[in-house]
């Protein structure tokens, strides 16, 4: 650099009140330094009036916009624009900066527009073009800041898909705000460039009922993306019948999901308590949708059952030994029943599905589902169910017996110890098959409970009368002592 170049570039940062632009003596010599011809001439022969600069005055020491052949023309289209926000350097030197700063000078353009005008990433985008035209002609606001969103995403401006998807956003009229969040998290996602059925899946999105966070899950999930059914798949859950039908689908179809959040709703909807839904996080899983051959039918059943149990079969469902089952069909119709009741008895379907999800392969299975779904009475039914799933009361010759019993007996008269008595023989190995079952369920039921071990009673009884019976040894302190010194030798 020339001293008489020097010289007069001191002179503009003086004349254009530039000093200031800089924090200390070394940036100054940071900027000089390798400045070249064209970057001096231009900073040399910048000749503009200081009180029409509206924009940021350090635009002036951009060693890029500098450079530009076109840097004075610029500056002075800058100055009538008027505009007075900071720019980058990505938009000082664009190819596109004459219509941009037209459009920075129109009063009509959104200043959502004027603002990703700047954008390094929009501007350099090869879609530039394109994507202005269709920004320009949107009059919906949340389709317009979508598509704006959109243009100034790196990612997806290097997406083979974002020239029709810009396209095909659009051409929408309106848009919620939360499908708009939606569509945008679906185009710049990784998973769903490589998807054929992309262009379908955003009017799939676009269009879908409800449960489009589960929709969305399934769209970019790579395994199921790449699965046998896939699209199959998709139809069913779009033709779900409610939200429970849609997160059952759901979970049928990404068996690893426990979808708690679905049972949370449950307990909103329709009154289920903790202790209600307890059983129904212990879903099976062992079901492989590739080789069982009733899948699609499962699917076809789940999307329009009754929303009330929908879920709750969906997990009975994932046992793949429920489904080959005998009772099956017999089990889904019980159920479906129940739901389908004009006045819909919670507590009843409770222990109905209990002894379904635990006992469906049990020989007496049926007769005691019906026994249970046909009892009103909370605490004879809720006593049935426990006894229906207890595998010793199920080995044994007095299940139905005990069933029976249960179903007859009068909880109002029963003290909570006649009661524990009662479950007691039912469940305990010991007295279930003993010939005098029968007998004890009654004297328990009588209040007059005998225990079958004579010989330990009979003990008792002595012992109550006459304590001293009963002798303890007590040891000396001397002999504690000394083995205490010996460090319990005689014991190693």
């Known amino acids: 650099m020339k001293q008489e170049e020097l010289k007069r570039i001191i002179g503009q940062i003086k004349r254009y009140d530039l000093v200031s632009e800089f924090e200390e003596v070394e940036d100054v010599k940071r900027w000089l330094e390798n400045l070249n011809e064209r970057q001096i001439g231009n900073f040399i022969n910048l000749n503009i009036d200081l009180s029409n600069i509206k924009f940021p005055k350090d635009i002036l020491l951009n060693k890029a916009f500098l450079n530009h052949p076109d840097f004075l023309h610029r ?100 848009i919620s705000e939360e499908k708009a969040d939606l569509l945008y998290s679906y185009v710049i996602n990784d998973d769903a460039l490589n998807d054929s059925w992309r262009n379908e899946n955003l009017k799939v999105l676009l269009n879908n009922k409800y449960e489009d966070g589960l929709l969305f899950e399934l769209l970019t999930n790579p395994d199921f993306i790449e699965g046998k059914y896939y699209r199959t798949e998709v139809e069913y859950f779009l033709k779900a019948a409610s939200p429970y039908n849609a997160a059952a689908l759901y979970g049928h179809m990404i068996k ?10 449950y307990t909103r909807k329709f009154g ?22 009733n899948y699609l039918k499962e699917l076809e059943l789940l999307t329009n059952m009754n929303e009330l149990i929908v ?26 029943s129940l739901a389908a009741e004009e006045q819909f008895n919670l507590n009843i379907f409770v222990d109905v ?46 299940h139905d017996y005990d069933m029976l019993f249960i179903k007859n007996m009068d909880f109002s008269t029963l003290d909570d110890e006649q009661i524990r008595r009662i479950e007691y023989i039912m469940t305990n190995s010991k007295y279930i098959n003993s010939p005098k079952h029968k007998d004890m369920l009654e004297q328990a039921l009588n209040n007059n409970f005998v225990s079958e071990n004579t010989d330990i009673l009979a003990y008792l009884n002595e012992l109550e009368s006459n304590p001293k019976l009963l002798q303890y040894e007590i040891p000396k302190k001397s002999s504690l002592l000394r083995r205490i010194r010996n460090g319990f030798k005689d014991e190693l």
């Open 75 to 174: 500056v002075d289209m800058l100055i009538a624009s008027g505009y007075d926000k900071r720019l980058s350097s990505a938009f000082l030197i664009s190819n596109y900066f004459e219509d941009a700063i037209k459009l920075l000078d129109n009063p009509m353009i959104d200043e959502k527009i004027k603002s990703l005008l700047d954008s390094d990433y929009f501007i350099n985008s090869p879609y530039y073009k394109s994507d202005l035209d269709l920004i320009l002609k949107v009059k919906n606001p949340r389709v317009l800041q979508l598509l704006i969103n959109l243009a100034d995403e790196e990612d997806f401006i290097k997406s083979p898909f974002h020239e029709s998807d810009m396209k095909f956003i659009a051409s929408l009229e309106d």
């Open 256 to 265: 690893n999901s426990s979808l708690n959040f679905k049972i949370f709703d």
């Open 272 to 293: 289920f308590k903790s202790e209600h839904l307890g059983s129904i996080y212990l879903g099976f899983c062992n079901v492989d949708k590739i080789t069982d051959t």
């Open 311 to 336: 879920i709750f079969v969906e997990r009975l469902m994932r046992n793949k030994e429920f489904i080959t089952s005998p009772n099956f069909e017999f089990d889904l119709k019980l159920l479906e």
């Open 353 to 398: 599905f209990r002894v379904i999800k635990f006992a469906f392969n049990e020989p007496t299975h049926r007769k005691d589902v019906m026994l249970i779904r046909n009892e009103a009475r909370d605490q004879n039914r809720a006593f049935m169910a426990m006894i229906a799933i207890n595998e010793n009361n199920l080995q044994s010759i007095n």
